[in-house]
């Protein structure tokens, strides 16, 4: 079993920034991949960025560029840095642990965007 607890949503301005951790505890041997979901009002959940173990990272169109993913192996953490944050960036986000044919998900932290 694997246990993540997001932290760092808020409210902000449109332009601004906001960083989002995830801590990972339990058995994270078993983890690949870590990734960032997000999923706003009345849509389905999206995949914003992930990462692998080797450092390598995927993001959606709509957040490349603009948004950051990384982690931190001693700290078991992952981070995901987001600048010029627009409105349509509102949404609750999730962090997700991949591994073993495994998967997990955090309680989610909520993001929100002013214009």
């Known amino acids: 079993q694997v246990q993540l607890v997001e932290s760092g949503g808020g409210l902000v301005q449109a332009g601004g920034s906001l960083r989002l951790s995830c801590a990972a505890s339990?058995?994270?041997?078993?983890?690949?991949?870590m990734a960032w979901y997000r999923q706003a009002p009345g849509k389905q959940r999206e995949s914003a960025a992930r990462i692998t173990t080797s450092g390598s990272t995927d993001y959606a169109g709509s957040v490349k560029g603009r948004f950051t993913i990384s982690r931190d192996g001693a700290k078991n953490t992952v981070y995901l840095q987001m600048n010029s944050l627009k409105p349509e960036d509102t949404a609750v986000y999730y962090c997700k642990a991949e591994g073993w044919g495994r998967w997990y998900w955090g309680q989610g932290t909520q993001v929100t965007v002013s214009s």
């Open positions: 339990g058995s994270v041997s078993s983890i690949n991949t």
